[in-house]
């Protein structure tokens, strides 16, 4: 079954807002990522968070994670209409990946 | 250049043919993916190898069969296509097995009619 799930499914905000993704996954995990994928291209990795770290940062992306909750949250800050794509949340085992169904971000300039 | 290339981008043909996409990595990884994204962009893995041994193998129909002639390539050929196979097919590639960053390509876009 698929680990990560994605909410919202679909979040559209004005330029210079802030957005914020939420993950929930159900077993435990070595590791979990975030991938951006633009219209019409593969995904490329963001950023990587560690199981026994709770916050990362890179940029204008900031990564949370509570391993108790089973949960995470990606926040782009100052949102541009060059950040509009699909985010997926990964969670990375004894196993390959396992990709969420990601959601939606729209930025209106 | 680019690190996971794969061809061709889009790939529409008749109900019954057989295709085949190919893969390439030039990172030097040991580990590659084919993953099947639907419209709704679900991404569901298909296959996976290491060292050109095939670790993952889901739940696929017998019609595709993944070829790995070196760790740098993996191909996807896909018999009697149905309108079903219609999909985004993307290949990836990591470091090695397990939850290493993957490097994606850019997609193969099929359409079966």
């Known amino acids: 079954s698929q680990q990560g799930e994605e909410d919202p499914q679909a979040l559209s905000i004005q330029e210079g807002e802030n957005a914020t993704m939420n993950c929930s996954y159900k077993?435990?995990?070595?590791?979990l990522q975030w991938y951006r994928q633009n219209s019409g291209r593969g995904l490329v990795h963001l950023i990587l968070i560690r199981s026994n770290e709770r916050e990362k940062h890179s940029g204008r992306l900031r990564v949370t994670l509570d391993t108790s909750k089973k949960s995470s949250s990606l926040l782009i800050t100052a949102s541009r209409a060059a950040d509009t794509a699909s985010y997926f949340c990964a969670t990375g085992g004894n196993t390959p990946l396992v990709f969420g169904k990601g959601t939606r971000l729209s930025v209106i300039a | 250049d680019t690190a996971v290339s794969q061809t061709p981008k889009y790939l529409v043909t008749q109900m019954g043919n057989d295709k085949s996409i190919k893969c390439e990595q030039n990172l030097g990884h040991d580990t590659m993916y084919w993953y099947k994204q639907d419209s709704k962009k679900f991404l569901k893995i298909m296959f996976s190898y290491n060292n050109k041994e095939l670790i993952i193998n889901e739940t696929v129909p017998n019609r595709f069969s993944p070829k790995s002639p070196d760790k740098a390539h993996l191909n996807l050929h896909i018999n009697s296509l149905e309108l079903g196979d219609s999909a985004v097919y993307f290949c990836?590639?990591?470091?090695?097995?397990?939850?290493?960053?993957?490097?994606f390509g850019a997609g193969t876009r099929l359409s079966v009619l």
């Open positions: 077993t435990s995990i070595n590791n």
């Open positions: 990836a590639s990591s470091q090695r097995t397990g939850e290493y960053i993957q490097y």
